[in-house]
């Protein structure tokens, strides 16, 4: 059984000093644990409206969509929650890109 990935190609420090990495989301159709991307920071998977809309991404998808044209993703803080975040966030102090 697959469980939570994390990436280690960006994260995002947190104005609250937290550094926050992307995750994968559990598909409960598949079963299949993929990364999230949402343009407009929608937190359904394929809601048919685009602005509630979040899509499944490979990591590498993931991480274009986030640095090259500013999407949201699913990361993981420390106290376990999965929460939407977009580097266009007031909350973002910092983007991290690693390699």
């Excluded at 990935?5 to 960006?10: C, M, T, W």
């Excluded at 998808?61 to 376990?80: C, D, I, P, W």
């Amino acid at each position: 059984m697959a469980s939570t990935k994390i990436s280690r190609s960006l994260c995002f420090l947190l104005e609250d000093g937290e550094v926050v990495f992307p995750c994968t989301m559990k598909n409960q159709s598949t079963g299949k644990h993929t990364y999230r991307v949402s343009k407009h920071g929608g937190n359904t998977l394929n809601d048919p409206d685009p602005k509630k809309r979040e899509e499944e991404a490979t990591e590498a998808e993931m991480v274009k969509y986030v640095l090259q044209l500013g999407y949201s993703t699913r990361v993981l803080k420390a106290n376990g929650e999965k929460n939407i975040y977009s580097p266009k966030s007031k909350k973002i102090v910092v983007r991290i890109c690693a390699s």
